[in-house]
């Protein structure tokens, strides 16, 4: 069955980027003038996505208004002429199917995409974390992930390699028989282990496609890392009871705009990319001297 849902976990506090998150969700903080979400959920549904689950908390309840239709701002830029920006708000809105459900107490990565199982049901769905994007708009990071599903079945996790040093802020795999260039069987995986127990440079970035067993796994699974119930350590639950799970080494550049410095750099990434914005930013850039 082709993959058609995806869970968007979105209840974190970001404290990386305080005090900008106190009031706003960390999702909505734009790169230039689109919040980071919005990428998220572009690249879901150019990965064949229509239904989103986002997984939220009390202080989310923006979130749902930038999905929602919005009727009185839909009305003015029509009176204005203000046809780019009326596309821009209505894509939004139809990129696909959107549910909320909410993570009531901040339980750990694992248990907000148990959270998600009524929506989800006996279906392989995707999720992606929404502080990792990945530039590759010919080739969405999902998208490959999905196409590894279809050829191998089981788990896929999305992996690229990090200076050893780094490993530590990341869930690590060990990678057992390469089954096709950049795809290899995950023989273990560990969450957030110290740098000198890595098993591996390799680390689990923000996409995945889960089997629906995973939840099973979920409510079995003890907190771990942080006191967090990692979804990690469902996983390798997984693993270990003959779910094969695959690391695919996916193509695209990965951006982390979990904190200020890489919501600031991604920014200019992104408006990098954009013909509207680009001759401006390029402009005060080459006024920097930045020797
Ligand atoms: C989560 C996962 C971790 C993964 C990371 C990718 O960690 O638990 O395995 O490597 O996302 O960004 P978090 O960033 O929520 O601490």
Do not use: W
């Not at 990945?134 to 990071?141: G, K, L, R, S």
């Not at 390799?202 to 889960?210: A, P």
């Not at 771990?224 to 003959?242: S, Y």
């Amino acid at each position: 069955m082709a993959v058609r849902k995806a869970v968007i976990p979105a209840a974190g506090l970001g404290t990386r980027v305080l005090p900008a998150t106190k009031a706003v969700p960390k999702e909505l903080l734009p790169l230039a003038d689109t919040p980071t979400i919005q990428y998220i959920v572009e690249e879901a549904a150019a990965s064949g996505i229509e239904q989103i689950t986002f997984v939220t908390s009390r202080t989310k309840r923006a979130l749902e208004d930038h999905f929602d239709a919005a009727p009185e701002l839909r009305a003015a830029l029509e009176a204005k002429g203000a046809d780019a920006r009326l596309a821009a708000i209505d894509r939004a809105e139809t990129l696909a199917s959107y549910s909320f459900v909410r993570q009531r107490r901040p339980l750990g990565l694992g248990h907000a995409v148990l959270c998600a199982q009524a929506n989800v049901g006996d279906e392989t769905f995707g999720v992606l974390l929404g502080d990792d994007l990945v530039d590759n708009d010919a080739d969405p990071c999902l998208k490959q992930l999905i196409r590894v599903h279809e050829r191998y079945g089981g788990c896929v996790l999305a992996v690229m390699r990090v200076p050893h040093n780094d490993v530590s802020r990341y869930g690590v795999v060990s990678l057992g028989e390469q089954v096709e260039p950049g795809v290899h069987r995950v023989t273990d995986l560990v969450e957030k282990p110290a740098v000198d127990e890595a098993p591996s440079d390799l680390i689990v970035i923000g996409r995945y496609v889960l089997t629906p067993n995973i939840f099973a796994a979920l409510e079995q699974t003890p907190p771990g890392a942080g006191g967090e119930i990692q979804l990690t350590d469902a996983l390798r639950a997984l693993i270990h009871a003959g779910t094969r799970v695959f690391a695919c080494e996916f193509r695209g550049r990965r951006y982390d705009t979990g904190d200020p410095v890489g919501l600031l750099t991604t920014s200019i990434a992104f408006a990098l990319k954009r013909p509207d914005l680009a001759p401006g930013v390029i402009a005060y850039l080459k006024t920097l001297r930045l020797d």
